[in-house]
């Protein structure tokens, strides 16, 4: 049974379980719920993910549900021991304090600058909220200033996962030009990642980008 993946690369979550399973070549079936006419709360799908949120996979009748669990099962299966998340202990606590960072600080100043701005009844991009985005994209181009990734001189899972939200970013109004050690960062990770760059990584984010000139616009 092919690996069936619920998610679409619309999705911020999803989009790191897409780069893995292109970045490894894992063969999979995309599952698209349309959640407008409540796809995702039919008893089949529950059945996977009682939360019924995406990603999900079905790998076989075993479901995994949680963006980063699903990208950590996907490598300790179908590639163990990649450099992407090496088996040592240690290593991967590196590696898992960026993924649960992303997911839990990163991303959600992210969502928490981008939501009130892009669908509630604001007129301007809150200050405070793109401040405390531009301080972690700080702390970042410090600690970048000093190995070529994110956890030293090898790719892993966590540069991944925080480059989808630092191109998120880029496609607000934020302007991460001055922050050099992660602009060199980025670009290395394109030349790295070539089969996921383009779909992963840039057309998601031409949606947000057009959302954010146009309420710019509408706000002058």
């Known amino acids: 049974m092919v690996l069936e993946v619920y998610g679409n690369t619309g999705s911020p979550h999803c989009r790191i379980v897409f780069a893995v399973l292109k970045h490894l070549k894992i063969p999979y079936e995309q599952k698209t719920l349309d959640m407008r006419n409540k796809e995702h709360l039919q008893a089949d799908y529950l059945k996977l993910n009682p939360f019924h949120t995406i990603p999900t996979i079905n790998d076989d009748g075993f479901a995994v549900f949680e963006s980063r669990a699903i990208a950590v099962y996907l490598i300790e299966k179908y590639s163990p021991d990649n450099q992407l998340y090496p088996n040592d202990a240690k290593k991967r606590a590196a590696i898992n304090r960026w993924l649960y960072w992303d997911v839990a600080s990163f991303l959600k100043s992210l969502q928490s600058y981008n939501g009130p701005f892009l669908f509630g009844n604001v007129d301007k991009p809150d200050e405070k909220a793109a401040n405390e985005i531009l301080d972690k994209v700080k702390t970042l181009d410090g600690l970048l200033s000093q190995s070529k990734y994110i956890n030293g001189d ?8 925080l480059a989808i939200t630092f191109a998120s970013i880029n496609a607000t109004n934020l302007d991460t030009k001055p922050f050099e050690n992660v602009n060199k960062w980025f670009n290395r990770l394109e030349n790295d990642l070539p089969e996921v760059w ?17 309420k710019l616009s509408a706000s002058k």
Not at 154 to 161: C, E, K, P, R, S
């Open 198 to 214: 383009s779909e992963i990584i840039v057309k998601p984010n031409e949606m947000l980008k057009k959302r954010w000139t146009d």
């Open 154 to 161: 090898n790719l892993t899972l966590a540069d991944i996962g």
